[in-house]
């Protein structure tokens, strides 16, 4: 997985189409999930294991082997609990990101 990003909206990119073998691809961002993390000295350092976990679970496996890209995390302070919230944001095809929205759901 790549690493931390400073601001998703500087980094997101708008949805692209590229022709592959003659077909029109769709590509855009998605976040793929999101936790939280209480107000600790290093986030950055507590939050590797929720990270790595997702990252060797069944969605996690797919979306890396499936992202057009590899995968990014921002963190993002999180007013209601004073803390910070991650997000991991891939880049998929719009057919992944169909599938991957069926199989485990919308995050939100």
């Known amino acids: ?13 708008s949805r692209e189409v590229k022709i592959i073998d003659g077909v029109p691809i769709a590509f855009s961002d998605v976040v ?4 939280p993390m209480g107000d600790v000295e290093d986030p950055d350092l507590y939050a590797a294991d929720p990270l790595y976990k997702w990252q060797q679970s ?3 496996t797919w979306v890396m ?20 919230r991650y997000y991991i944001v891939a880049r998929l095809k719009e057919q ?5 929205k069926l199989k ?3 995050i939100k």
């Open 32 to 35: 793929v999930h999101h936790f």
């Open 96 to 100: 992944d990101q169909t599938y991957f």
């Open 104 to 106: 485990w759901g919308s």
């Open 58 to 60: 069944e969605a996690g």
């Open 65 to 84: 082997a499936h992202a057009v890209e590899p995968p990014f995390w921002v963190r993002q302070p999180d007013i209601e609990s004073y803390g910070y």
């Open 1 to 13: 997985m790549a690493n931390y990003q400073p601001q998703h909206s500087d980094l997101s990119q």
